[in-house]
């Protein structure tokens, strides 16, 4: 039975290793958080044996095997099988009962996360609002090409936005800002390889920057507002 541990991190408990549960549980297991995982998949619960000691297979989601598990004693408890509508409902229904001090579900649909909500979980919607976040990007942040050279450094096309015209690379200031370097800028046939800070936005420049993918977010973040 997983118990509460000694430290003051916060554990986690997660329902299903479908694509949501299984990412969830690898990135709060990278980050050092204490987490219990509970399939019906063998296969996948070994998997994450490698992440953790409490990954457990079970086969029924009832109040009283879930209590078997030590799930109650989870500071939280995400309910990752929005595709199942009663297994989805009942465990949630269920965690709820048992005392879990939060209780977050995914769903799959508004009448889906009505009834999470009503039964007292707090609701995600992971495909919708992924596709919402993508959506805003590429149409506020004017992301033209993007580059990956390795997990810290990428290499963005930007076309310059309205509020950088007219100011120059000082002025604007992406590295303070958001730990960006332009390393080109282009206008039309015209390239600008050794970009000056006294340089001046114009319309119609589209400039490359590198840095993180954290960076770069926040650049198109701030070009969105």
């Not at 976040?133 to 033209?144: D, H, I, M, N």
């Not at 050794?194 to 119609?204: E, L, M």
Request: glycine content about 8%; aromatic content about 4%.
């Amino acid at each position: 039975m997983f118990g509460k541990p000694k430290n003051e991190k916060l554990s986690y408990g997660i329902v299903g290793l479908g694509r949501f549960g299984m990412a969830l549980a690898n990135e709060l297991a990278s980050a050092g958080a204490d987490i219990l995982v509970i399939d019906s998949d063998e296969e996948k619960v070994r998997l994450l044996r490698e992440q953790t000691d409490n990954a457990l297979v079970v086969h029924s989601l009832d109040k009283a095997t879930l209590a078997e598990t030590g799930i109650q004693n989870c500071d939280v408890a995400v309910v990752c099988i929005g595709e199942q509508l009663e297994p989805s409902i009942l465990t949630t229904l269920n965690l709820v009962d048992m005392g879990v001090k939060k209780v977050i579900a995914k769903a799959t649909s508004a009448e889906h996360g009505e009834i999470l909500r009503r039964l007292g979980a707090e609701v995600v919607y992971p495909e919708r609002d992924m596709a919402v976040r993508l959506a805003k990007r590429l149409e506020s942040s004017r992301v033209l090409d993007f580059i990956q050279l390795s997990a810290k450094i990428n290499i963005t096309k930007f076309a310059v936005p309205d509020k950088m015209v007219g100011h120059s690379v000082a002025e604007t200031n992406l590295r303070a800002q958001f730990g960006l370097n332009i390393i080109a800028i282009v206008n039309g046939p015209d390239v600008l390889e050794s970009v000056h800070p006294d340089y001046v936005f114009r319309a119609g420049d589209c400039m490359f920057v590198s840095g993180s993918e954290a960076s770069v977010n926040k650049l198109s973040d701030w070009i969105g507002d």
